[in-house]
């Protein structure tokens, strides 16, 4: 575990397989994250498949791709053991989307935190899982406020291409800017408790996958 204090767990792993995966996706990368797209006002100057406005959601649904499968099967149990870690089962969450994000030179990603379905007192209802698929130096690190004597501090989650890193995405969290002359390409899985996604799933189409099932 990279970071652990007070209920708050941040891990990191390395994909080995990261540089064939790259060379296999990245022009269906640059595509799918070319599309129209709703630009959240937290992606300052880059594009987040996740909110493209294809009606058949393919831009969270990356895992259908079978470049992925080897990724897939390799984060799974990682994934798992996370969540041993934070005592919750698999069956506690649903997978709500696999996408891309891409964040061209001087681009980055404003502070937020996941909650977007409704507030939760529990830390662990929303998890992130991001891929550093491409990551050029000087093209921005992670940082997650770390809640401190009732305020935060930021916390640097140094990442370079290939690294994988775990968090409780309801923390705040955002990116330094991408400083180098080359985009940057994350792949974001995110789980969130059934009780969450079952909130949401009233008011909208969102996608509800097992991990088992991926």
Same mark, same amino acid.
């Given at each position: ?7 708050i767990k941040i ?61 897939i099967d390799f ?22 989307? $696999? ?66 890193? $775990?968090?409780? =995405? ?22 969130? =408790?059934?009780?969450? =996604?079952?909130?949401?799933?009233? *008011? *909208?189409? =969102? ?8």
């Open positions: 575990m990279l970071y652990e204090n007070n209920n891990d990191k792993i390395k994909y080995n397989n990261n540089k064939s995966l790259l060379n296999k996706v990245l022009p269906k990368i640059i595509d799918i994250t070319s599309r129209p797209n709703t630009n959240k006002n937290f992606i300052l100057g880059g594009s987040c498949s996740y909110f493209n406005e294809d009606l058949d959601q393919s831009g969270k649904k990356l895992f259908l791709w079978k470049e992925f499968r080897d990724y984060i799974k149990p990682h994934i798992q053991n996370y969540l041993n870690e934070i005592n919750k089962s698999e069956d506690y969450y649903y997978v709500t989307g $696999m996408w891309a994000n891409v964040y061209p030179p001087g681009t980055h990603v404003a502070k937020h935190k996941h909650n977007y379905f409704q507030e939760s007192s529990d830390l662990n209802d929303i998890l992130a899982i991001l891929l550093y698929l491409r990551k050029p130096n000087d093209s921005g690190n992670l940082i997650i406020d770390i809640p401190e004597n009732n305020s935060t501090v930021d916390y640097k989650v140094t990442m370079e291409e290939g690294d994988v890193v $775990m968090f409780q =995405s309801s923390l705040c969290h955002q990116t330094e800017i991408n400083k180098s002359c080359e985009s940057k390409f994350i792949i974001g899985i995110e789980l969130v =408790s059934r009780f969450q =996604s079952d909130k949401a799933q009233n *008011n *909208n189409s =969102s996608i509800r996958e097992t991990l088992e099932g991926l």
